[in-house]
C-alpha cells in the first residue's frame, strides 16, 4: 500500500508509457479493516494504521480500482 | 553527473533493490493469502465455483480485473503477479484451449503453487507460470494481447519500467486491466515507513 500512487499520477504514468485510451474505474474503498485480513499486513502495522489514522478515514485509507487502457 | 548526483542515484538503487527484497521475502514468508474472506469481497459465487478450494485460500489481490477485461476465447493472457493463480485460472477458463493464459510471478514456489492450482483446475493444458520480475518481462516483443494484473502494480519500485515492459510485450491494439490500490492522501509516516506495508 505504502508504493501506491494517486489515480491521476498512475493514469499520468501509463500514458508515458505510450498507453492510450486510459479508463480508471470500479472505485471501491480499501480500509483498516480490510487491510487486516491480509496476512503480508502485519498485527504492528494494522495497530498503527488504527492509531495514527484519523477514525473517519479508517474505512478508507486507499482506493482499490480498476485500470484499463490500449497499445495502440 | 556530479558526484551528487551519483550517490543520490546510487542511493535510490538500493532503496529500490530493498523493497523488492522485502516484497519478496514477504510473499515467501505466508503460508496462505486472505482465503475466502478476501475471495468473497472480490468474486462472485460463480467465478469462485470455477476454483479449486486450494486456490481460493491464497487470494491476495484488490479487485476483479476479470471481470472488466472482456476476455474473448483464442486471446493470449498475460497476469503480472499471479501469486497463486486465481485470476490467471479465470482468464485461462475465458480464453480456452485455443488461448493462452501466462502467470508471472517474481517467486519460483508461487509458480509451482499456481501451477498445481491450474492442474487442479483443469486448465493447465493452455496455462503456464513463469518466474520472473514485473520490470523485466521474460516474453518476446509484442506477444501477448492481453495483460492483467491484480494489487501488484503498487509493489513495484520501479513503476515506469514495469509500464514499460507490460507495453512491450503487448501486441498493437493489445489492451490492459489492473486491479491496483490508490492513495488520495498520504499514509501517516508510521505506516509508509513500515515494511509490511510496502508488501501488503
Redesign the interface.
Known amino acids: ?7 491521476r499520477v ?1 493514469a499520468d ?2 500514458e ?4 492510450t485510451n486510459v479508463w ?3 472505485h ?1 474503498p ?1 480500509g483498516v479493516a ?2 487486516s ?6 498485527a ?2 494494522i495497530e ?2 488504527r492509531r ?2 484519523p477514525q473517519e ?1 479508517q474505512s478508507h ?12 | 553527473m556530479s558526484f551528487d548526483d551519483r550517490r543520490v542515484m546510487a542511493r535510490d538503487l538500493m532503496f529500490q533493490q530493498e523493497i523488492k527484497d522485502n516484497v519478496a521475502q514477504s510473499y515467501r514468508s505466508i503460508e496462505s493469502g486472505g482465503g475466502e474472506a478476501v475471495a468473497r469481497k472480490l468474486y462472485s459465487d460463480a467465478e469462485l465455483a470455477e476454483l479449486p478450494a486450494h486456490a481460493v485460500r491464497w487470494a491476495l489481490g484488490v479487485a476483479n480485473p476479470i471481470r472488466y477485461a472482456f476476455l474473448q476465447p483464442g486471446e493470449t493472457v498475460l497476469d503480472v503477479g499471479s501469486g497463486g493463480g486465481i485470476d490467471t485460472i479465470l482468464a485461462a477458463r475465458r480464453v480456452g484451449s485455443t488461448g493462452s493464459a501466462i502467470g508471472l510471478d517474481i517467486l519460483e514456489e508461487m509458480c509451482e503453487r499456481a501451477g498445481t492450482h491450474a492442474t487442479a483446475a483443469g486448465v493447465a493444458g493452455w496455462t503456464r507460470f513463469v518466474q520472473g520480475e514485473m520490470e523485466d518481462i521474460p516474453l518476446p516483443d509484442a506477444s501477448v494481447d492481453v495483460v492483467i494484473s491484480n494489487g501488484v502494480l503498487n509493489l513495484s519500485a520501479r513503476k515506469s519500467r514495469a509500464m514499460a515492459e507490460i507495453h512491450r510485450v503487448l501486441r498493437p491494439g493489445g489492451r490492459i486491466c489492473l486491479g491496483d490500490l490508490t492513495l488520495d492522501t498520504e499514509l501517516p509516516i508510521e505506516v509508509a515507513a513500515d515494511p509490511s506495508a510496502w508488501a501488503g
Not at chain 1, 1 to 7: D, I, K, Q, T, W
Open positions: 500500500m505504502s508504493g501506491a500512487l494517486a489515480e498512475f504514468k501509463l508515458r508509457a505510450g498507453f480508471v474505474g470500479g471501491r480499501f480490510e487491510a485480513m491480509y496476512p503480508l499486513f502485519t504492528e502495522v498503527a494504521m495514527t489514522i478515514r485509507v486507499a482506493t482499490a480500482v480498476i485500470v484499463k487502457a490500449s497499445r495502440p
